[in-house]
């Protein structure tokens, strides 16, 4: 395998999933190579998805969050890991790096054989007048932390400002709100987690305003207001409203840091990030990239872009060590972009392309949503998920799928991400066999469900039309029962013909109806009216399509 003599130089800049994930894997491949690993700040490997909860104190112990500090890497691994210590340049020709030393404040070279970029990105943190008050943060590193965490703690911190509703700002906002903070979220977009289609935004932001957090959508801050200390003690947003704070976090998303890469002349790719292969090689054959600055493979697309979380971090890790190390093994499989997030009481999981982020790549793409219990109904303690699940109408091939839900949110978009991974259609999901046991799911588990609905319509048992379709004109035949109608009217149905006709009625009440107009079914979440569907396309009804998540999810989408 590997020369027992080897003295193979393999430097590493940058830690955390991508870095130390690469140092470790190299070492147990190569016993023998020399492996440095460059920290520019104090901790080359640390919990940065569980830094919110620190702040909020479900996480109540510091050292919990460093998974490997710098003296255990050192002893176990027997790496030389340098803190504090941050690459200025790469001289490809010479194969070696320009460090500072910035506790002895000097500049040193150091060769390599193998060289691994990890050097992650930045908050993006917008110009704003006043935005160097003090109080302000963003949220990326152990430092930063820090420094929030002792800021909450002084007396007059009692509110707090969340900039950017994406994962970071929703769990920092949860996590202020636990802590005792009154909690202001701003939004740019008209929607919180953009990474989802809208109707699966909705029921995160209900659950935000009933946990007491102000949201403000559509909203940016245009400028802080400071105290006589220079202290932040408020913001006015672009919709010319003040809102009052202690302190304020970013979270609107991060930049790539490839101005090293950059410098070097590496190849820096269409979605800002530095071009690797499949095996973290970058345009220098030396000279690797993994994590938040790196480009991979994406899997819905088939293109190269990056991918900032932590998963595909760690198994770019895994192989760019590997291979540095000499080992050439298998490819980095396709990243499908798999996340969840928790709000509160809901969870909101994600794998591959929303149905509005497929429309805007032109891909060819359609989606159906069902909502169904986590385990079966009758096993005391059953809470609804919504699953929406994207696909090719052509070939039925996955796309994506989203999920919405109290419990078991996880599992369902782990087992389309695995379906997916494996060039998976909605015909093979319909057939996977999952566990079953009253406390754990259903005979027909919500996945099931999802891929029963669009092999229905891939086989023309029925067509779909998603939940904010334009329904000017129609005839609606609602069969919900009159209760239910006056519970949730039907959002967006004024300028049509609504019936309201309860299923088991429906066969009798046929010619209350017109068999040739166009016509759309809807219940309550989309069951009752795909049997509805099924009547009237028996019955002589020559246009019928069944609203996807009908009444429910139509008005989470059209409010």
Known sequence: MNDLTSQRRILIV????????????ARRIDEHAQIVVFEKDEYPSFANCGLPYYLGGEIAERNKLLVAPAELLRKRLKLDVRTRHEVLSIDRDQKQLVVLDREANREYTEPYDKLILAPGASPIIPPTQNGDAEGIFSLRNIEDTDAIHAYLSRDHVKRALIVGAGYIGLEMAEQLVHRGLTVTLIEKAPQVLTLLDREMAAPLEDELVKHGVDLRLNNTVSEVDTDAQGRIRGVKLSDGSQVACDVMVYGIGVRPNVALAEAAGLEIGETGGIVTDDHGRTSDSDIYAVGDAAEYRYGPRQTRMRVPLAGPANRAGRIAGRDAAGMIGDPMAPVMGTAIARVFGLSAGMTGLSLGAAERFGLSATAVTVIAPHHVGYYPGATPITLKLVYDPQTGKILGAQALGANGVDKRVDVIATAMRFGGTVRDLAGVDLCYAPP?????????????????????????????????GMQIVDVRSTSEVQKLALAGADNADVFHIPLDELRERLHELDSARPTVTSCASGLRSYLAARILMQNGFTDVSNLTGAAIVRARAMR
Request: aromatic share 4%.
């Open 14 to 25: 940058g830690g955390v999933a991508g870095g130390a994930s690469a140092a470790a894997r």
């Open 440 to 472: 754990f799911g259903a005979a027909k588990d919500p996945v099931h469900m999802a891929a029963f609905a669009a092999c229905n319509r891939l086989d023309g048992l029925v067509k779909v039309i998603q939940p904010d379709a334009d329904l000017s």
